[in-house]
């Protein structure tokens, strides 16, 4: 195992409370892409920051909900990658492990974490724009042209996701921030650290004491503030953390 493994490790080891943010990144060894990555095919010449906005969805609800149904639907044939489930093991090592993440998949549900904090809600759930009822996604809404029409006003169906120019839900926001204020260890795993609010965490968790401790292929904003850096692939480190993996 190379040093900063070790010194990761001795760390973790060390730790009463450890808590951990997750990024895109987590979820890419099970074939979801990432926002960074050139989006694939049919959606390259898109913005994921354009379409996942309200100014996007008022422009062309057809085309940001046709976008959302072909993610959902790669959401749905994924499956939890050695990562995911390094991350659940953690939580049954550590009682009172908080898995603060900015994806809107569930793998990490699947993958057995209970504590869980979503800070960007969820690409499974719905409601509409504009009265806020929740809405159950019919099958044949799954290929529509268009978002289906709320029973309630006849608004626009949107996912339950926090889109670019929209708050976090503050009692996430309050959850996460207490998290990371009370843990003696963050991981974060697998996020450039570009996107707000959720960027800040890392430097709350050092402002109260906490070792930061990066998981990242490539560095980033985060880097410069990180205790430990492990450059590599989430699904092939994290498992070495538990002496779990190859
Ligand atoms: C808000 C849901 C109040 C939708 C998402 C302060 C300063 C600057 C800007 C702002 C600021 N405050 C607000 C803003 C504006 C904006 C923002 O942050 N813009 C950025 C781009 C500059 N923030 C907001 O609008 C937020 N709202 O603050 O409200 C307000 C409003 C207006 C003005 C002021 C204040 C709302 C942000 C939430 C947006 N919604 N998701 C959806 O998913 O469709 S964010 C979306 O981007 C995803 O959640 C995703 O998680 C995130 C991208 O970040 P990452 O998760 O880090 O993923 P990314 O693709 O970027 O990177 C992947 C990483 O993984 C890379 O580092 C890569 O190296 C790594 N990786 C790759 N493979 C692996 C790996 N790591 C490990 N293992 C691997 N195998
Ligand atoms: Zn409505």
């Not at 900063?4 to 895109?24: M, N």
């Not at 996942?52 to 939890?80: C, H, I, N």
């Amino acid at each position: 195992m190379d040093t900063s493994i070790h010194a990761v490790a001795e760390i973790l080891r060390s730790s009463a409370v450890v808590a951990c943010l997750t990024g895109a990144g987590v979820s890419a060894e099970s074939g979801v892409p990432t926002f960074r990555d050139a989006q694939t095919g049919l959606w390259a010449r898109y913005d994921p920051q354009r379409l996942a906005s309200p100014q996007g969805f008022a422009a062309d609800p057809g085309l940001v909900w046709r976008w959302y149904m072909a993610r959902l639907a790669g959401v749905e044939k994924a499956t939890p990658n050695p990562g995911h489930l390094a991350l659940a093991e953690m939580e049954r090592h550590w009682p009172g492990f908080a898995l603060i993440t900015q994806n809107v998949d569930d793998l990490h549900e699947r993958a057995g974490n209970t504590n869980i904090i979503h800070l960007h809600g969820s690409i499974a759930r719905f409601h509409c724009q504009r009265c806020g009822t929740l809405h159950n996604l019919q099958a044949a809404e799954r290929t529509a042209p268009q978002p289906p029409r709320c029973a309630t006003c006849g608004g626009n169906v949107r996912p339950s996701v926090v889109w670019f120019g929209e708050t976090l839900p503050q009692s996430s926001l309050t959850a996460a921030v207490n998290a990371v204020s009370a843990c003696d260890a963050l991981l974060v795993v697998g996020t450039s650290g570009l996107v707000y609010p959720a960027a800040e965490l890392p430097l709350i968790a050092k402002r109260a004491g906490s070792r930061v401790i990066e998981i990242n292929p490539e560095p980033g904003p985060l880097s410069a503030l990180a205790d430990v850096t492990l450059r590599g692939r989430s699904g092939a480190l994290l498992p070495q953390l538990l002496g779990i993996g190859d």
